[in-house]
């Protein structure tokens, strides 16, 4: 099943029908645009297009939300830190673009050492994938966000890139995690929930 965050709720395409969601069957692009808009311009907090062709129906999903591709990292500090960014009022995770000809694991290590300022961040184990769509000039856009566990054992203190609008880069134990999470992007919060706090 492929689950995207649309304005902060979510639209799913898979087999069969999903409680607690407005069930689409996939008839064409049109199905997938009506879906779109229901998650813009209503209250509707889950949208679920139902279909045996999943993988092909994904396909044509990239066709009216175009793709762009990006990674990052969940860093860990002395087995109870963890590294957040603050962005337009609300906590995420450190995150860029995959450059032209750049391999996911080094875009994220990247994006990581340059937004927080810091050096020598070690790449463990790939978590994820977290999918969202966001409207800019009037298009739909369709943010793919490979993510990976990483390690730091430095002592640089982490400085905000702001010339990406970071307005903060810092550490913060488990304890505190669960208060960021409700300034948080829902995409972020499963991710921190399932891979910190679920396991802590």
């Given at each position: ?163 990406e609008g970071i307005e903060k ?23 921190v929930n399932t891979n910190v706090?679920?396991?802590?």
């Amino acid at each position: 099943m492929y689950k995207i965050s649309v304005n902060e709720r979510f639209l799913t395409i898979g087999k069969g029908k999903r409680k607690q969601a407005i069930n689409l069957p996939y008839e064409s692009l049109e199905t997938l645009r009506y879906a779109l808009d229901i998650l813009y311009h209503t209250q509707v907090k889950s949208v679920h297009i139902f279909t045996d062709e999943k993988k092909k129906v994904w396909k044509k999903f990239k066709k009216i939300a175009t793709p762009v591709y990006a990674a990052g990292g969940l860093v860990k500090k002395n087995n109870d830190n963890y590294l957040f960014i603050k962005r337009n009022g609300l906590w995420d995770l450190p995150k860029g673009h995959v450059e032209k000809n750049e391999t996911f694991k080094k875009a994220a290590v990247r994006e990581v050492e340059e937004e927080c300022s810091l050096s020598n961040v070690k790449l463990k184990k790939y978590i994820t994938t977290t999918y969202h769509v966001y409207i800019s000039e009037k298009k739909y856009y369709l943010k793919i966000v490979k993510w990976f566990n990483m390690e730091y054992k430095g002592k640089e203190k982490p400085k905000p890139q702001k010339s990406e609008g970071i307005e903060k880069a810092q550490w913060f134990t488990m304890k505190k995690i669960p208060m960021l999470m409700k300034k948080t992007y829902i995409n972020i919060k499963e991710l921190v929930n399932t891979n910190v706090l679920d396991e802590s």
